[in-house]
């Protein structure tokens, strides 16, 4: 029996990894993602980065915050590693 979170295909959250590990994540979408860092942890800690995880056509995949990082591109290996940890 798998410990992951169970995302449906479409799903979309808010995430937030650092140290290969994610530290906070929200189902709550209508948040922009300088929202839900405010909320979680004041402001982005040294080292964390911040996205979208979604998953399509049964992939789970991380997607970089625009606002944060100036582009929109699939988050480093180690991200989408921490992501893949917990999501399913």
């Known amino acids: 029996m798998s410990n992951k979170i169970k995302m449906n295909d479409g799903d979309t959250i808010l995430v937030m990894v650092k140290g290969g590990e994610v530290i906070h994540h929200s189902w709550n979408m209508s948040w922009p993602h300088v929202e839900f860092v405010r909320r ?36 480093p290996p180690e991200v989408q590693e921490a992501v893949k940890k917990i999501f399913e």
Do not use: E, M, N, R
């Open 40 to 75: 979680a942890t004041g402001q982005l800690p040294a080292g964390a980065w911040v996205g979208t995880a979604s998953k399509l056509d049964g992939q789970v995949a991380a997607i970089s915050s625009k606002h944060f990082y100036g582009y929109q591109l699939p988050g």
